[in-house]
């Protein structure tokens, strides 16, 4: 038992966590001794139970015993209940033999001035919930998980009673004395250190703060607009005030290395909401409301009563001043979502990156901060509601046990949220200041302590240590995959595309523009394989809605992306023609926007908002201030229903993406399918598109009649398969696959109306496979089938499958030749 008494000892026990996990690990954390004694400072090392060297000792009559026990700072006797399974062992024959052990360990204390504690060693809190263990053993296949020792939180006045064989005078000593003389040794410890403890970049606050001045004036033009100026110098207050710079330099510098790199950056959650995150390159969003500006001589006219949803939906105007056309752009989203009310809200840049640049923009980070000072950010897998239920279920049926539901059910809430197992965030990397350590705040291991993961995580999870360590979320996504195989197909950038085409608005509520019916591809929507809008739910809110503006596109995202926000409430809502679409709530954003333009004060409708996104409603003063300002009874209704809200934000930037994928699709259709399927490579069979428009129906209807068995792959599927019919339909020819022609990895437009699909694509070849055939095939043809395995280095599943795809037609066996012709 290792206990810290100060600030070093719990460093120190976080070292020792750390490499039991990283250096010794076998089957189990183990600490070698001497790892032990050159970190003790500041520790406290109890002898343990029964486990423990000093009871193992004193059982087998160790002769070494007093040497043994002479290394710790204080020994340990349990409750003989916990011991009692070595009864019936040839070292224990009854209950006195047990109390005989406890009371040589209190002996020996007494000859080596080391106080004796008496502990429970306890695994669960009551008794009764002895079966709740007994239950997690059973499932993790533990033989004998039925002998279950009582140990169990006990009382003082219990804990007496367990030792009144060793007299009262020393059962008091060693029950109550002793452990309050242990106690008193520790000090007050704060586990992680308190503040945030971002890295410290040198000037980060100076060039912040010039970077987006001079960027809005070159936009807005000096001296800036009041608007802008006010807004821009409260967000650099709050950043710069709270120690917030380093993390916008350091999210800046990750966005200009990809774009660089030539892929774009899609901004998460709610950085969109800063306009200096916006001034300095972070993210397209501009939260300003929606306003005209003129980029050659600054003319500028703002929206700020509400009247406008976004900027990019203002009629196109030439500007009054010089007849230049007139930029379009603002979203009206607070600043205070992002940072809070007084601006001191640790913030969460989370950014989007290509998912095949993650590694390149992680490896940047660490760069960036050193090696030693960057670590992934753990999570922790803890036991979910139907692996609990398959727990108990289990028990019970083996143990002819009839439950009723209610009590089964209360039985599963027991287990839920057991750890389990350990991973890591999918992009969070923690940096660590250069004057601290990591052990500082956190041990470190491997996830699921998997040394051959190359990953170290820390030990802790994230959400525990958010508020005293940077996290940059450096995820990978599709989109910005897309947007760079979009310019490469194509050679049309995707910043050049117009955000106004009506044709590319079109196929959000119809299929005219893509020249198809819904006979064909089986939906009156044109937004299959449109990122965030392809899927059936989304698609069917797009028919209850027929979006007409990027402003709709931005609600609609906030709708599917929330709970309880769209289903039995806004849909219920418009359709019931209570209020039309426009006024409906769908983004946290709204609320606060929304309060503010009916005169509420910003304090007061941040708060409500803050309530309704976390689903806790409104309290009867909320609901008389805002009917006090003429806010409408269903309004008030709505927001008691809402369980979780998106951020505008987010919503917005994932908006950019969809808009952009539906131009390509329109006016680019070869370059658009080929990204889609390419994306979603992982759900593209071959085999099955080049059997023709019937076969693949008939795969879709077979996926459908799977019903509520359908898995979430056979959706996906079936999701590509209605776009390649789509694409079909569109005149779009899928070319086979070619041994010689054909990608690794992705379908390439060969011209405007046919796709070639790749190596990967093939049931049975995997991506090593697909890349090692792709590399072997640079050194020449290959002379056979035989030459084919050997230089590719693939495996006889790879060459059948090439085979039933006809790749290898008219390729040999093996290289010999025959001498008979």
């Not at 010039?210 to 004036?217: P, Q, S």
């Not at 019919?725 to 696959?737: D, K, S, T």
Request: hydrophobic share 40%; with cysteine.
């Amino acid at each position: 038992m290792i206990l810290a008494k100060n600030q070093a000892g719990l460093k120190n026990l976080y070292k020792l966590v750390s490499y039991s996990h990283l250096e010794y690990f076998y089957r189990r954390p183990r600490i070698p001794r001497k790892l032990l004694e050159e970190h003790r400072e500041g520790l406290i090392l109890g002898a343990a139970c029964e486990q423990g060297e000093v009871y193992q000792a004193c059982l087998n009559r160790d002769p070494r015993v007093r040497e043994i026990a002479s290394f710790y700072d204080y020994l340990e006797i349990q409750p003989l209940g916990n011991n009692e399974f070595l009864i019936g062992t040839s070292r224990v024959s009854n209950a006195e033999d047990l109390k005989n052990i406890n009371r040589l360990i209190c002996s020996l204390g007494k000859e080596l001035e080391i106080p004796v504690v008496a502990t429970c060693d306890v695994h669960f809190l009551r008794p009764e919930d002895a079966v709740y263990r007994t239950i997690l053993l059973r499932g993790q296949g533990f033989e004998d998980a039925e002998r279950q020792a009582p140990l169990y939180f006990r009382t003082t006045e219990e804990m007496l009673s367990e030792f009144d064989y060793l007299g009262e005078e020393l059962a008091y000593e060693v029950v109550v004395t002793n452990s309050n003389l242990i106690a008193e040794q520790i000090e007050e410890i704060i586990p992680i250190p308190q503040g945030l403890h971002p890295p410290k970049i040198p000037n980060a606050e100076e060039n912040l703060e010039k970077l987006c001045y001079e960027t809005a004036r070159q936009l807005y033009g000096d001296p800036l607009p009041q608007l802008v100026e006010q807004r821009l110098q409260k967000e650099l207050k709050a950043i710069i005030g709270n120690g917030y710079a380093g993390l916008y330099w350091t999210a800046r510098q990750l966005v200009q290395k990809s774009n660089s790199d030539g892929y774009m950056v899609g901004s998460r959650g709610s950085v969109g909401s800063s306009f200096a995150a916006c001034m300095s390159g972070i993210t397209e969003v501009n939260p300003l409301p929606p306003h005209y500006l003129c980029l050659d001589c600054h003319y500028h006219e703002f929206f700020t009563s509400g009247e406008v949803g976004a900027g990019i939906d203002l009629p196109r105007k030439n500007c009054p001043e010089c007849g230049k056309p007139l930029h379009r752009d603002g979203f009206d989203i607070p600043f205070e979502v992002f940072l809070g009310f007084d601006g001191d809200k640790v913030p969460d840049i989370d950014l989007n990156f290509s998912g095949e640049y993650q590694a390149t923009i992680q490896k940047y980070t660490e760069e960036l901060f050193g090696e030693e000072y960057v670590f992934r950010a753990g999570t922790v897998g803890t036991l979910a509601d139907k692996t609990a239920f398959g727990f108990v279920k289990n028990y019970l049926d083996e143990t002819n046990q009839v439950k009723r539901k209610a009590e089964i059910n209360r039985m599963v809430k027991k287990l839920v949220g057991v750890k389990r197992t350990t991973g890591q965030h999918p992009g969070g990397m923690i940096v660590v200041p250069k004057d601290m350590e990591i052990f500082d705040f956190t041990p470190i291991q491997y996830p699921a302590n998997d040394p051959k993961s190359g990953v170290v995580t820390t030990h802790f999870e994230f959400s525990y240590i958010h508020d005293s360590l940077v996290k940059l979320d450096n995820l990978g996504h599709k989109g910005p995959t897309m947007m760079r195989m979009f310019e490469e197909f194509s050679g049309v950038k995707v910043t050049d595309i117009p955000m106004d085409d009506p044709d590319t608005m079109a196929i959000f509520r119809g299929l005219e523009s893509l020249g198809v019916t819904e006979e064909q591809i089986g939906t009156p929507i044109g937004t299959l394989g449109v990122p965030e809008f392809g899927t059936g739910f989304t698609r069917q809110v797009l028919e209850d809605i027929l979006p007409t503006t990027f402003a709709d596109l931005v609600a609609i995202m906030g709708l599917t992306h929330g709970t309880d926000v769209w289903l039995n409430n806004a849909q219920n809502l418009i359709r019931d023609k209570v209020t039309d679409f426009k006024n409906v709530i769908a983004c946290r954003d709204d609320i606060m926007v929304y309060l503010m333009h009916k005169g509420v004060s910003a304090s007061d409708a941040f708060r409500i908002m803050e309530q309704v996104r976390k689903g806790r409603g409104l309290t009867d003063e909320d609901i008389k201030l805002m009917k006090q300002f003429d806010v409408p009874d269903w309004y008030i209704e709505s927001c008691f229903k809402i369980k979780y809200m998106f951020p505008k934000a987010h919503a917005v930037a994932y908006a950019f993406t969809a808009y952009r994928a539906a131009y390509f699709k329109v006016h680019h259709p070869a370059a658009f399918y080929a990204t889609f399927l390419s994306v979603e490579i992982d759900h593209v069979n071959a085999d099955t598109i080049v059997q023709g428009e019937q076969y693949i129906r008939s795969e879709i209807a077979a996926i459908d009649g799977r019903g509520n068995d359908a898995t979430a792959k056979d959706a996906e599927v079936a999701t590509v398969l209605r776009t390649v019919l789509e694409a079909m339909a569109r005149g779009i020819e899928f070319l086979p696959v070619d041994l010689y022609k054909s990608d690794a990895t992705r379908v390439i437009p060969v011209d405007e109306n046919k796709l070639l699909l790749p190596l990967v694509s093939l049931d049975g070849v995997g991506m090593n496979a697909a890349a090692s055939i792709a590399e072997a095939r640079e050194d020449g043809e290959f002379l056979s089938i035989e030459d084919l395995r050997q230089r590719a280095k693939v495996s006889r599943t790879v060459i059948d499958a090439l085979t039933n795809h006809r790749c290898l037609e008219g390729m040999s066996e093996t290289n010999q030749l025959s001498l008979f012709g």
